[in-house]
């Protein structure tokens, strides 16, 4: 069962191309994209040992995005990069930047709340889509940093350094923790009011529960090769993996915000009975598609069905979205998990 076999896919897909395309003529000069720490071996194309930071193993790879921790059995969500610039105690003190011009949403300064520490979150809005990056582990945040304020790209938003919550940093490994992708609902404490954890929410939608990182070098990788111009075409050019079909008769507020990934279509808001939702290899839900009635494949309202996945791409063992099991194929937890926020208006 493959989506590329699949010519209704085939023809939603030609539809967003065609979509792209036209976006890609009406966007004027695209965004400048800073790194976010003063370190220029990645801009003078070193390898990855010139500015990623290892996990405990010592391997560089474990600093990447991906199932790289653990021996592959946990995900790592960000990129860890060191800093060049140490003080008289050998504490790191290099200066970070915000990647990109945007809106200061987030600034923890207790770094026992958050095992990110102490940390800032700008959220960005270009052609219909609402991103975040996010800066982890912060020594300390520019004084001159307020809540809600515009800030360009490239300014400075505090420095470098090894807090966090519930574990220790030592000072070789000091690091930026840095992210750039979307948060999965505006009523994320909705969902949260549901589960019984036992601290309150103290970041509101900027809860790392409430985030879904893309793989920030391959952003990069992709702005600096000219393979795409701006974070929404590069979300564009992720490809799907799995497609599932869920009832639900709200527009969710994912797609209110993240207009890019609307399959557009003739049917009245009262006429959604459910959504297709297509997701990337590690949970971006990139492509949705209002259904009604009578196109649900799904029996029940509790049900949540695979319509089909991508056999050329490898499932992550760390994040997996799906299981075959018995020729049946499941959602996995994270998956479920997913959809429960991303419905949870
Ligand atoms: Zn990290």
Same mark, same amino acid.
């Given at each position: 069962?493959?989506i590329i076999?699949?010519?209704?896919?085939?023809?939603v897909f030609?539809?967003?191309?065609?979509f792209?395309?036209?976006t890609?003529?009406?966007?004027?000069t695209?965004p400048?994209l800073v790194?976010?720490?003063?370190n220029?071996?990645?801009s003078?194309?070193?390898?990855?040992e010139?500015?990623?930071?290892a996990?405990?193993?010592?391997?560089?790879?474990?600093?990447?995005?991906?199932?790289?921790?653990?021996?592959?059995?946990?995900?790592?969500?960000?990129?860890?990069l060191?800093?060049l610039?140490?003080d008289?105690?050998n504490e790191v003190?290099?200066?970070?930047?915000?990647?990109l011009?945007?809106?200061?949403?987030?600034?923890?300064?207790?770094?026992?709340?958050?095992?990110?520490g102490?940390y800032v979150?700008?959220a960005?809005q270009?052609e219909g889509?609402?991103?975040?990056?996010?800066y982890?582990?912060?020594?300390s $945040?520019?004084s001159?940093?307020?809540l809600? #304020? %515009?800030i360009k790209? &490239?300014s400075r938003i505090?420095?470098?350094g090894? +807090?966090?919550?519930?574990y220790?940093i030592?000072k070789q490994?000091?690091h930026?923790?840095f992210?750039i992708?979307?948060?999965?609902s505006r009523n994320?404490?909705n969902?949260?009011?549901r589960k019984?954890?036992?601290?309150?929410?103290?970041?509101?939608?900027?809860?790392?529960?409430?985030?879904?990182?893309v793989?920030?070098?391959d952003?990069?990788?992709?702005i600096?090769s000219k393979?795409?111009?701006?974070?929404?075409?590069?979300?564009?050019?992720?490809?799907?993996?799995v497609?599932?079909?869920v009832?639900y008769?709200r527009?969710p507020?994912?797609v209110r915000?993240?207009?890019?990934?609307?399959?557009k279509k003739?049917l009245n808001k009262?006429q959604?009975?459910g959504?297709s939702?297509s997701?990337?290899?590690y949970g971006?839900? $990139?492509?949705?598609?209002p259904?009604?009635? #009578? %196109?649900?494949?799904? &029996?029940?309202k509790?049900n949540?069905?695979?319509? +089909?996945?991508?056999?050329?791409?490898k499932?992550?063992?760390?994040c997996?979205?799906?299981?075959?099991k018995?020729?049946?194929?499941?959602?996995?937890?994270?998956l479920l998990?997913?959809l429960?926020?991303?419905?949870a208006?």
């Amino acid at each position: 069962m493959s989506i590329i076999k699949n010519p209704l896919w085939l023809l939603v897909f030609l539809a967003l191309t065609v979509f792209s395309m036209a976006t890609a003529i009406a966007t004027a000069t695209p965004p400048v994209l800073v790194w976010p720490t003063p370190n220029p071996a990645f801009s003078n194309g070193a390898t990855i040992e010139g500015f990623v930071q290892a996990a405990a193993s010592g391997n560089p790879r474990s600093g990447l995005y991906g199932c790289v921790r653990n021996g592959g059995t946990k995900f790592h969500e960000g990129l860890d990069l060191f800093g060049l610039e140490f003080d008289e105690n050998n504490e790191v003190k290099d200066s970070v930047f915000s990647v990109l011009s945007g809106r200061v949403a987030l600034i923890n300064k207790i770094p026992a709340y958050s095992d990110y520490g102490r940390y800032v979150v700008i959220a960005h809005q270009q052609e219909g889509v609402s991103f975040y990056t996010l800066y982890a582990h912060l020594k300390s $945040v520019d004084s001159r940093l307020t809540l809600n #304020s %515009e800030i360009k790209g &490239g300014s400075r938003i505090g420095r470098m350094g090894r +807090s966090a919550g519930s574990y220790t940093i030592p000072k070789q490994r000091a690091h930026l923790h840095f992210e750039i992708g979307l948060k999965l609902s505006r009523n994320f404490q909705n969902w949260y009011n549901r589960k019984s954890f036992e601290s309150p929410n103290w970041h509101g939608q900027w809860n790392g529960m409430n985030l879904l990182g893309v793989d920030p070098l391959d952003f990069f990788r992709s702005i600096q090769s000219k393979k795409v111009s701006s974070f929404p075409e590069y979300l564009k050019s992720l490809p799907v993996f799995v497609k599932v079909q869920v009832h639900y008769s709200r527009i969710p507020s994912f797609v209110r915000e993240n207009r890019f990934c609307l399959v557009k279509k003739r049917l009245n808001k009262d006429q959604i009975a459910g959504w297709s939702i297509s997701f990337s290899k590690y949970g971006i839900p $990139v492509r949705w598609e209002p259904l009604s009635a #009578s %196109e649900m494949k799904v &029996g029940t309202k509790q049900n949540i069905q695979i319509i +089909s996945y991508n056999s050329s791409l490898k499932i992550e063992p760390c994040c997996a979205l799906f299981q075959i099991k018995d020729q049946s194929i499941k959602p996995s937890k994270l998956l479920l998990s997913h959809l429960e926020k991303l419905l949870a208006d």
